[in-house]
């Protein structure tokens, strides 16, 4: 089985940062595109990022200029980096690998006062 292990949820005040991590067995690491969805409680699963083997990035519209994905190869790790968060930005973010083909369990982010 392949597991991808999520790290770095958590509750954070508007305007604050965090940032979270996923790591993937290497060979799973080296040869997918890496991803990070969200799901809020009532809503569906969303794209929020992805990021090529060679390191080409995109965004949801509302993420962007606020968030950062980026892969350390060294460490099979995915990284999102959350700036100027909002409340609408909590949810449960979920790491990714492939098409999605592969899945982590989740972590919770909840952006409050």
């Known amino acids: 089985q392949v597991q991808l292990v999520e790290s770095g949820g958590g509750l954070v005040q508007p305007g604050g940062s965090l940032r979270l991590s996923c790591v993937a067995p290497?060979?799973?690491?080296?040869?997918?595109?890496m991803a990070w969805y969200r799901q809020a409680p009532g809503n569906e699963r969303e794209l929020v990022a992805r990021?090529?083997?060679?390191?080409?990035?995109n965004y949801a519209d509302s993420v962007k200029g606020r968030f950062t994905i980026s892969r350390d190869h060294a460490k099979n790790t995915v990284y999102l980096q959350m700036t100027s968060l909002k409340p609408e930005d909590t949810a449960v973010y979920y790491c990714?690998?492939?098409?999605?083909?592969?899945w982590g369990q989740g972590t919770q982010v909840t952006v409050s006062s």
């Open positions: 290497g060979s799973i690491f080296s040869s997918n595109a």
């Open positions: 990021i090529t083997r060679g390191g080409t990035t």
């Open positions: 990714s690998a492939g098409y999605p083909r592969y």
